[in-house]
C-alpha cells in the first residue's frame, strides 16, 4: 500500500474505487475459479452461488460460510484451497481479464480528482487486475488493500483509513462500489457513494446511494455532485 497527502482543501472530491466488479470485470472469472476449486476440497459450491449471494464478499469469510453449512476444513486445507484458487485467478486474469465497460474512459476525464482504488482483495490480486488491464496509471500507486489494513467491507474503516490516508475527510470522498458491501460500507463511512448496479433487475440501490448503470455515467453523475 502507498499513499498520496493531499490536502483537505482540495477542490475537487477524492475518489475511492472498489476495484472487482467496478473497475475490472474480474468477478465472473473468479466465480468461476471459486465454483471448480471449492468443491474440490469437500465444500459445495457454484459460480451462480458467488454472483447471487457472495459478490464482494472476503473469501475467509465465504469459506467459513460453507463450512457451517458443509464441513470444517484442517488449516493446512484451508492454505492449500486459498493458494490454489488464487494461482489460478492469477492465470485467469492474464489470460481474459478486461476493464469494466467504459471505465478508462470515465477514469481519463476524471484525470482531475485523486484516486484510490480500496478494495477487499489483496494488493497482489489488485496489482494484477489494474496491470492485465492498463489502469495502473490513473491511481498513482494509491492502493488500500483491506489484506494489508487489516479490515474488511462492509466495516467503514477500510473507506475511512483510505481517506485519511489521501488526507481526506468523508464528507470529501466519493465512494464507486459495484457491491452491496462496499455501498453499505461507503453509506457508514458518511461518503458519497455512487453504486455501479450491474444488475438494477435483481438488486436496488440503497437509499441514501446514487445508482448507475454504466460507466460512461460517472464523470456526470460527480459533476452534479460538484
Known sequence: MSTTGQSAEHAAYCLLFDCDGTLVASETLLADVMGDALPEYGLPFTARQYMAEFRGVRFHTIVHTLEERFQALEETRLIQLEAAMRARMEARMAAELLAIEGMPDA???LAHHP???VSNGPERKIRCALECTQLTH???GNLFSAYTLNVW???PQLYLKAAAAMGYAPQQCVVIDDAAVGVQAGLAAGMHVIHLNHF???EATPAGAIGIHHA?????VLHQLA
Do not use: C, G, R
Open 107 to 109: 477514469l481519463a476525464q
Open 216 to 220: 460512461s455515467e460517472l464523470p456526470e
Open 138 to 140: 490513473h491511481f498513482a
Open 153 to 155: 467491507k462492509p466495516d
Open 200 to 202: 438494477p433487475e435483481e
Open 115 to 117: 484516486k484510490a482504488v
